[in-house]
């Protein structure tokens, strides 16, 4: 009788502690959506995969895949975050260990409406940081 209820006690351990991760990934996913929203991007119009995460105690680092809905030709970002378990949710804090550069930017159909998702924030259009025109470049050297 011992021999089987402890194979199935086990299974159903296993089986509540998957659902309680899976349940946690989509808390993440949640705080990170909540976050793109607070920054004014077009979360609508985005698909968000929460496609690694790792869990600190209160704190996780995630790596999320953005891309925009419909652009499959559009390869997806990878962006880390760094989120604290705060009041029962997950609260992005910061970009996440090791993050790095990405170089294709924000999909169009996502662009930002007043921020971007690390809270940095763009020059002034017209001031510091634009770029010269071809008329401003001095004459090329032949």
Wanted: glycine share 12%; aromatic share 4%.
């Amino acid at each position: 009788m011992v021999r089987l209820i402890f194979p199935l006690l086990l299974i159903l351990c296993l089986a509540g502690c998957q659902h309680g991760a899976q349940n946690n990934t989509e808390a993440v996913r949640q705080g990170v959506i909540d976050h793109l929203t607070k920054a004014k991007y077009n979360v609508p119009g985005m698909d968000i995969t929460v496609s690694d995460v790792q869990f600190n105690g209160q704190q996780a680092d995630a790596t999320v895949s953005i891309a925009a809905k419909g652009q499959s030709a559009v390869p997806p970002m990878s962006l880390r975050y760094h989120l604290e378990h705060q009041n029962n949710q997950w609260v992005v804090v910061g970009p996440g260990k090791e993050a790095t550069p990405h170089s294709g930017g924000m999909p169009a159909a996502a662009a930002p409406q007043g921020g971007n998702p690390h809270g940095d924030t763009m020059p002034p259009a017209g001031g510091a940081g634009k770029m010269p025109s071809p008329e401003d470049l001095p004459p090329a050297k032949k």
